[in-house]
Nanobody
């Protein structure tokens, strides 16, 4: 069984920074990409960022471009999300995910494994 475990969430003031991390454990697997999603109360799960191991590229939703940076280690199936200049609208539960089926996955259905989520709260 594969487990993804997120860490690094918390409470921060607007304009502050947080760094999320995600590590895989359990059964060994090879991912094509890893990414981050977020879900605010009453809203659908939203794509935030992804890193494609195959292409070596990163992808972001428009609202976080220039503020968030995704990075990771393909061999270890770990991924990080550096979040700067945080805004109250960034408040959500953040989930990391790994895809074994799509090279550039940007929707939830394109991911194979999911973490349990970590809360990020940005106060104004």
């Amino acid at each position: 069984q594969v487990q993804l475990v997120e860490s690094g969430g918390g409470l921060v003031q607007a304009g502050g920074s947080l760094r999320l991390s995600c590590a895989a454990s359990g059964r060994t697997f090879s991912s094509l990409a890893m990414g981050w999603f977020r879900q605010a109360p009453g809203k659908e799960r939203e794509f935030v960022a992804a890193i494609s191991w195959s292409y070596g590229n990163t992808y972001y939703t428009d609202s976080v471009k220039g503020r968030f940076t995704i990075s990771g280690d393909n061999a270890k199936n770990t991924v990080h999300l550096q979040m700067n200049s945080l805004k109250p609208e960034d408040t959500a539960v953040y989930y990391c995910a790994a895809s074994t089926i799509v090279v550039v996955p940007t929707t939830p259905g394109q991911y194979t494994y999911w973490g349990q989520g970590t809360q990020v709260t940005v106060s104004s």
